[in-house]
């Protein structure tokens, strides 16, 4: 059996490596034919994935700190990035793709990330993800959620999507992980499938509605947003259900766990490999090849790439303990 890399549950590495593809799928639409362009979904969804993974996954740390470890806390997460972050924007800059003129473009493109929104928001949900679980209780988290989701219909722009549902996700993972043995139980999952579906559905149906212009005050982009939270949550709860079948599974078919493990560790990666590829390399691979080569040449470069500077980052954390 491969050795557990980051989770004691099977199905947050499960979550990661599906938030990875989507992420990877979705940022790969260049090379879809117009006629299949719907196909190239699921951004929203991985990113929100990922942001609930996170939410699970830190909180066990900040239970364990003090009120006064907030520093160091954050300071050890923030380092965690910046190798991996910096080496993009350097490479991203070299390239052109960082036009810096003044030390205003120099502020929005390091310290506000902006080229780079995914990592720009981890480096800002971490920050108030602590305060927010250290300091405040429930009610103040459900009225944080209400109020970010009315700031959503106010101010319905692509970063209302990205910030305002991104640390909602953030905050429901930390409360699935409190939770997780109450809410996983199987008398509370039966309908899990059912539900799954019909989010799925009520999802799709909004981003056609929004595709063809329909916004609805707003009220369209907010449901595809609470939608995807929806989706998430539903995917870790569920697969909650099966952890000791999954357990059994993996020991009998380790490839496949492999294959998991390997690619939920890569999803910061992928996104910000696909990211700078988008420009330059995906552009040539639709130029040279036809679809479907291209999409398959493309996602397998990608996904290669982020395996190798994942692990070429982890020996460079290594290096330095």
Not at 99 to 113: E, N, T
Not at 193 to 217: D, N
Not at 301 to 309: E, M, N, Q
């Amino acid at each position: 059996m491969p050795k557990r890399r980051m989770s004691v549950y099977y199905i947050i590495d499960i979550a990661k490596a599906l938030a990875c593809l989507l992420i990877a799928n979705f940022h790969s639409d260049i090379l879809y034919p117009d006629k299949l362009s719907l196909l190239s979904f699921g951004g929203d969804i991985g990113n929100n994935i990922f942001f609930m993974v996170s939410g699970f996954a830190l909180l066990p740390s900040v239970e364990k700190s003090t009120s006064l470890d907030i520093g160091k806390w954050y300071l050890k997460r923030v380092m965690r990035l910046l190798p991996m972050l910096l080496f993009f924007y350097l490479l991203t800059w070299g390239t052109g793709g960082i036009a810096i003129h003044d030390l205003k473009d120099a502020m929005r493109a390091f310290v506000f990330p902006t080229v780079y929104w995914f990592t720009g928001a981890i480096l800002i949900f971490y920050l108030l993800y602590y305060i927010y679980e250290k300091y405040f209780n429930t009610a103040v988290h459900i009225c944080t959620i209400l109020l970010l989701m009315v700031l959503h219909l106010c101010w319905d722009n692509i970063s209302a999507e990205r910030y305002f549902i991104g640390f909602i996700s953030m905050l429901l993972g930390a409360w699935i992980r409190k939770d997780f043995t109450a809410l996983t139980e199987k008398g509370k999952t039966k309908k899990a499938i059912p539900l799954f579906c019909l989010t799925g559905i009520i999802y799709t149906v909004l981003k056609l509605l929004r595709k063809k212009g329909i916004e609805a005050f707003g009220f369209i982009h907010l449901g595809i947003g609470v939608s995807t939270v929806l989706l998430a949550s539903e995917i870790i709860v569920w697969g909650g259900k099966y952890e000791d079948k999954l357990k059994i599974f993996f020991e009998k078919h380790p490839k496949i766990y492999f294959v998991i493990q390997k690619l939920s560790m890569i999803t910061l990666a992928v996104y910000l490999l696909m990211g700078f590829n988008n420009r330059i390399i995906m552009k040539g691979f639709k130029e040279r090849f036809f679809f479907p080569f291209s999409y398959m040449i493309n996602l397998a470069v990608s996904l290669l790439g982020a395996y190798i500077i994942t692990v070429v980052d982890k020996k460079l954390h290594e290096l330095k303990k």
